[in-house]
């Protein structure tokens, strides 16, 4: 479990196709701290640290997050938002966030307005009853508040300190992110399915 709250940046320092997977390494500031077996959220996809040492880490990512996700978008160089795991007992200051990437939206707008940044981004309209104005979400695994809405596209504003301290800043349109909808909505939604006659 995660809180959307971008520790730090990382950056991928290699990327090995192995049968359909790939292992990934991460050059990151926290590494050291790290252990075999933590969960870390990279670009908001929960991924099990499988080596580490005082500079990165590594993860495998599998052929279902590959095909789930924009990880296979990434390439060696790109900047990655990290966050380790929440401990019990820690702030909540962003919302409660999986790592479970519900799909891949795509930037369609990056515009500034006065010291912020708007950015659109459009996604698969099977997933408009999963997202609500002033709702949260994680966008790339970074958690933001919806600020517009249409059917299949939505508007975020990044504040300075979000625009320079996560990968925000460097994603151009046309870019794929990791969606991740709100974890009590998706409960409300699957409820209301099941009472359906």
């Not at 050291?32 to 959220?41: F, H, I, K, Q």
């Not at 504040?159 to 969606?179: A, C, D, F, Q, S």
Request: with cysteine; aromatic share 6%.
């Amino acid at each position: 479990m995660f809180t959307g709250i971008i520790e730090t940046l990382g950056t991928v320092a290699s990327i090995l196709d192995h049968h359909g997977s790939r292992r990934v390494r991460y050059a990151a500031s926290f590494a050291a701290e790290l252990a075999v077996d933590d969960s870390v959220s990279v670009n908001g996809v929960c991924q099990t640290v499988v080596a580490c040492d005082a500079s990165g880490f590594e993860t495998v990512i599998v052929e279902e997050t590959l095909r789930k996700t924009a990880f296979g978008e990434l390439n060696t160089g790109d900047a990655v938002n990290l966050e380790r795991s929440l401990r019990l007992g820690d702030r909540l200051d962003g919302h409660l966030v999986q790592g479970h990437v519900d799909t891949v939206g795509r930037i369609e707008a990056v515009e500034a307005e006065g010291t912020n940044w708007l950015v659109t981004v459009s996604f698969p309209e099977d997933w408009a009853g999963h997202i609500v104005g002033r709702g949260s979400i994680a966008l790339d695994g970074i958690s933001l508040t919806v600020a517009r809405l249409e059917r299949t596209r939505f508007t975020v504003a990044i504040i300075p300190y979000t625009w320079t301290h996560t990968n925000l800043g460097g994603k151009r349109v046309g870019e794929g992110v990791n969606l991740e909808f709100d974890l009590l909505g998706k409960y409300l939604l699957r409820r209301l399915e099941l009472q359906k006659p």
